[in-house]
């Protein structure tokens, strides 16, 4: 289908989700659905329009530039370079408004950290990707709640889990997900030694409960002693939980609500995003099966990022981007990154489509 005929059909769909509410036709189970399509489609048909008259007075411009009046010649003249040079930056954000929407980016997500190969010091890096993305959190306005940590009792983090809550809060955190390597040396190395560790991010968006159908007769739920760093009793009742999914032998667990009732709904809201993630990669490797997303597979055991200190450089390996503010990052300013990320994959995607 050509660039015309796509457009035609966005403003045909636009006509008729406005006649479809205007008539007051429809049930109230629809209406939602049918006012955020509209709403959503409206920035979209704006740039249409925009395209279309910008193309459109260009089209007119060449005409008047073949005028016998010199003076109009060169009005027309003017304006036709300057519209020549605006049309494909108007072309090219209209596109981007084209491009298929994921239907998760607006969801909150479920952050989840672990340390990987490196002993001690892989759990301090886990540790501060933790806090890093905590703070990137607090940058944007978005609400960081704890779900389970594990931590060394040294400050570093065996694994831990967030639930990170906003607008937009997974659009911008989905590309993490993968192996973030680190290099450095160690508190404990006397000789000055660089060692290389790392720690695994995974970003899931939130399920809700209609998302995911789980039947109680596939949980086993037990509880246990809440436990804090070194095996000391966080409290002295059962309030920890964790719940196994028995089809899937995932299996998640939280202890940071004091109530056992609180750990099991955020125990349950981890799990519902892992089966909800499993779906949707089904969906996406489908999909995906001819071709190689530019940005990565997102794939978990893949490594995106290297966190050089000793040269005081971040390397994102998907989009060879280098960064030589490895303390600003690790303050959680991730938006440099975030974007040059998020740009490659609209990139990867307007090629697919042409």
Known sequence: MNLDANLDRVLMRHDELEASLSSGQVDAQTFGKVSKELADLVPVVEAVKAFRKARADMADAETMMKSDDAGMRELAGEEYYALKESLPGLEHQMR?????????????????????????EAALFAGELFRMYQRYAQLHGWRFEILEVSDTGIGGMKEGSAEISGQGVFARLKFESGVHRVQRVPATEAGGRIHTSAATVAVLPEAEEVDIKIEDKDLRVDVYRSQGAGGQHVNTTDSAVRVTH???????????????????????????AKLYDIEREKVDSERAA??????????????????????????DHRINLTLYKIDRVMEGELEEIIEALISAHQASRLAEME
């Open 290 to 315: 001819n071709r190689k997303n530019q940005v990565g597979s997102g794939d978990r055991s893949e490594r995106i990022r290297t966190y050089n200190f000793p040269q005081g450089r971040v390397t």
């Open 246 to 272: 028995l089809p899937t032998g995932i299996a998640v667990a939280c202890q940071e609500e004091k109530s056992q009732h609180k750990n099991k709904a955020k125990a349950m809201k981890l799990l519902r």
């Open 96 to 120: 981007l408004m084209l491009l298929p929407k994921d239907e998760a980016d607006e969801r909150n997500a479920i952050l989840e950290v672990r340390a990987g190969t490196g002993g001690e």
